[in-house]
């Protein structure tokens, strides 16, 4: 996912081989039906389970944040028809759901659903369809409203006539003033963790894997592109059809409509952006094709036929979006000196760990998030050198202690209980960059040759497949466990799992880049050395954050002008470079920045950086401030951005 949180504490002060398959081809798919414990018949927090001892763990493989009763049924493929209406901001139409009846019971078949206005219901077997009865439940606060649905026993398909809220939590409208071009619309959806449900109904579990096709009815001067085969030569008729031959989890499932345009970059890469913006976009992300080459000389091949990015307004809530063979991609990246593009080889690195070997709960995102900020940096290695790879792996690090030190306990494992709360909590720095600190620590014991050959086994072994982090652990055991038994203990790799904090002696990543800053800073903050003496014309990004992110709580005003002056901080073009210096500025009350800090939580909308910032304005007691600048920019934020940030600013009862 998102890797919206693979420089946190950047936020708060200081991310044997099996061949490809093309779009004819059935991709190879797990052995058995079920590659995770089926999911009991109502395993959502807010049915019988709920009443289950808390100091209970939670059941391996059980989903607790789905209604849909997987052990009595499989959706296996989705037919999407809907029509994108901007005017009431709605999607409208039809999604027809084939399924396998996994018993004898009658049962109704339970799906997931959020804000759906349900029409009719029909369900039937071989194209003979007629209408069904349906309820739908007691809704949750968290998970939505379950739909119930009686079917004839023979019945193989179900079709659901509905339309979505205007306010629904997984999409966003945006007028045209929101977009770089300003004259045309954009929508785009975010489906991860539990909002597909919100767009379409169907089992919003990750454990479930679907192939889908889809027709998109759009404004004829619009562009529609989804999680899918995107074709940039399709005709601009206002009709969008798409397919997905390979089976994916609900989260994956992506679409975006707007003033889109299609750039190149390599044989299996392209970048769909606004016009303004495409040809800044291709020019920063030209070492894709780069990226995916080396991933796949080390991890085995990627299976996804194509890799495209699509970058979206800057409303969108996350750095990126791992939707399969189409990125999201917030232009907040676009730094203009590849400084940011860590962001891309995350994405990418998602193909491998989490979109073909998948979490089967929010529980275990550790092994989604973890082995791909792994992979990440090794990915940022193979291309841009062993600096550049010490220095993201060190702020990782340095990520990673600012979470601990600011979570409770339960919140710092890997294995996380999740139970009766908001899924969206799970995203930390804990499973990303604990996770990879956790892989890290087996390459060096067993050496990075033999890791390697591990996780291109693993990504062979549960290809397609939704595991959970006991299916993990068992296959640790047969394979690294069993082969290096002096180098490797069950009880660390458990305590690493399964407990709070880090195990003592894990490794601590270090950059050399980094120990010529420290000295330089505080020379500077003893008074011995101006800041426009300080040598900064070889700082990278990654430098820049670092000087800035060791400061102290509290500079003088005399300090805080001399730096702005020294290096026009305030008016910084590189958008993580601003965040930093705004946090201090919030911090210290230095008012030449506040309006620059008011235009930078208005038109951004990555929560990465509005999380902390407004949270920053509280702290600092200027809580009206921040409802103030909130309440201006809100009608341009993504919900679930709304949701996140109502809550520092009114509290956690705000709606």
């Known amino acids: 996912m998102p890797s919206r949180f693979i420089r946190t504490s950047l936020l708060i002060g200081a991310t044997a081989l099996v061949v490809a398959c093309s779009p004819s081809e059935e991709p190879q798919k797990p052995d058995?039906?079920?590659?995770?414990?089926?999911?009991?018949?109502?395993?959502?927090?807010?049915?019988?389970?709920?009443?289950?001892?808390?100091?209970?763990?939670?059941?391996?493989?059980?989903?607790?944040?789905?209604?849909?009763?997987?052990?009595?049924?499989?959706?296996?493929?989705?037919?999407?028809?809907?029509?994108?209406?901007?005017?009431?901001?709605?999607?409208?139409?039809?999604a027809k759901l084939q399924i396998k009846r996994l018993t004898d019971k009658k049962k109704p078949l339970v799906l997931d659903t959020r804000g759906l206005e349900i029409e009719s219901v029909e369900a039937g077997h071989g194209g003979q369809m007629q209408p069904v009865k349906f309820t739908m439940g007691e809704t949750d606060p968290n998970l939505g409203t379950p739909l119930k649905i009686q079917l004839p026993k023979s019945a193989t398909a179900v079709s659901i006539r509905y339309r979505t809220s205007p306010d629904a939590?997984?999409?966003?409208?945006?007028?045209?003033?929101?977009?770089?071009?300003?004259?045309?619309?954009?929508?785009?959806?975010?489906?991860?963790?539990?909002?597909?449900?919100?767009?379409?109904?169907?089992?919003?579990?990750?454990?479930?894997?679907?192939?889908?096709?889809?027709?998109?009815?759009?404004?004829?001067?619009?562009?529609?592109?989804?999680s899918a085969d995107n074709d940039p030569e399709a005709e601009m008729d206002g009709v969008f059809d798409f397919s997905m031959p390979q089976p994916v989890p609900s989260y994956l499932l992506a679409l975006a409509v707007g003033d889109l345009e299609f750039k190149p970059m390599g044989e299996r890469?392209?970048?769909?952006?606004?016009?303004?913006?495409?040809?800044?976009?291709?020019?920063?992300?030209?070492?894709?094709?780069s990226m995916l080459e080396a991933t796949e000389e080390v991890y085995g091949p990627y299976r996804w036929d194509r890799y495209d990015l699509l970058i979206l307004p800057p409303s969108f809530p996350f750095?990126?979006?791992?939707?399969?063979?189409?990125?999201?991609?917030?232009?907040?990246?676009?730094?203009?000196?590849?400084?940011?593009?860590?962001?891309?080889?995350?994405?990418?690195?998602?193909?491998?760990?989490?979109?073909?070997?998948?979490?089967?709960?929010?529980?275990?995102?550790?092994?989604?998030?973890g082995f791909t900020t792994y992979l990440t940096n090794r990915i940022m290695q193979n291309i841009y050198g062993d600096e550049r790879y010490r220095m993201e792996m060190a702020l990782g690090y340095d990520d990673l202690q600012a979470d601990l030190a600011d979570r409770?306990?339960?919140?710092?494992?890997?294995?996380?209980?999740?139970?009766?709360?908001?899924?969206?909590?799970?995203?930390?720095?804990?499973?990303?960059?604990?996770?990879?600190?956790?892989?890290?620590?087996?390459?060096?014991?067993?050496?990075?040759?033999?890791?390697?050959?591990?996780?291109?086994d693993y990504f062979n072994n549960f290809a397609f497949q939704s595991i959970t982090t006991e299916d993990f652990e068992n296959y640790l055991e047969k394979?690294?466990?069993?082969?290096?038994?002096?180098?490797?203990?069950?009880?660390?790799?458990?305590?690493?799992?399964?407990?709070?904090?880090?195990?003592?002696?894990?490794?601590?990543?270090?950059?050399?880049a980094f120990t010529k800053i420290d000295p330089v800073r505080e020379q500077w903050l003893k008074g011995e050395i101006a800041a426009a003496d300080i040598d900064t014309s070889d700082w990278t990004f990654h430098q820049w954050k670092y000087f800035l992110d060791g400061m102290p709580e509290k500079l003088s005003e005399e300090q805080l002008q001399e730096l702005d002056s020294a290096f026009n901080l305030t008016e910084s073009k590189n958008n993580e470079i601003a965040f930093s210096w705004l946090m201090i500025a919030v911090r210290n009350d230095y008012q030449p920045a506040f309006e620059r800090l008011?235009?930078?939580?208005?038109?951004?909308?990555?929560?990465?950086?509005?999380?902390?910032?407004?949270?920053?304005?509280?702290?600092?007691?200027?809580q009206e401030m921040a409802a103030q600048i909130f309440e201006q920019a809100k009608a341009g934020y993504h919900p679930l951005t709304v949701k996140v940030n109502s809550r520092i600013i009114y509290g956690e009862n705000a709606q």
């Open 169 to 226: 939590s997984g999409v966003q409208w945006l007028e045209p003033q929101q977009t770089a071009g300003g004259e045309h619309p954009f929508l785009f959806t975010q489906a991860q963790a539990i909002h597909a449900r919100s767009f379409v109904p169907l089992q919003d579990t990750p454990q479930v894997r679907i192939t889908y096709n889809a027709t998109i009815r759009t404004p004829k001067e619009l562009r529609a592109v989804m």
């Open 269 to 289: 890469t392209g970048v769909y952006a606004e016009p303004e913006l495409l040809d800044a976009a291709a020019a920063e992300f030209e070492d894709t094709e």
């Open 408 to 456: 409770p306990d339960g919140d710092e494992i890997m294995a996380i209980d999740l139970r009766g709360r908001d899924p969206d909590e799970v995203f930390s720095n804990i499973p990303y960059e604990k996770g990879s600190l956790f892989l890290y620590e087996l390459e060096q014991k067993v050496g990075r040759e033999n890791f390697d050959k591990f996780l291109l």
């Open 598 to 622: 008011e235009n930078f939580l208005t038109e951004i909308g990555r929560n990465k950086f509005l999380r902390p910032l407004y949270r920053n304005l509280v702290e600092s007691g200027k």
């Open 479 to 512: 394979t690294l466990l069993a082969e290096y038994p002096d180098e490797l203990d069950a009880e660390r790799i458990r305590q690493w799992i399964h407990e709070p904090g880090i195990p003592e002696g894990a490794p601590v990543p270090t950059s050399d």
């Open 32 to 94: 058995s039906e079920a590659a995770v414990p089926a999911v009991s018949d109502a395993p959502a927090a807010t049915e019988d389970k709920a009443s289950e001892a808390m100091s209970d763990q939670p059941e391996s493989g059980v989903d607790y944040h789905s209604f849909a009763n997987t052990g009595d049924f499989r959706v296996k493929h989705v037919d999407l028809d809907l029509t994108v209406d901007f005017d009431r901001k709605v999607l409208e139409g039809e």
């Open 319 to 369: 750095g990126g979006m791992e939707n399969p063979r189409l990125s999201f991609i917030t232009p907040t990246v676009i730094a203009g000196d590849k400084s940011l593009v860590a962001l891309i080889a995350h994405e990418l690195a998602h193909s491998w760990s989490g979109n073909l070997v998948t979490n089967a709960s929010w529980r275990d995102l550790w092994l989604n998030e």
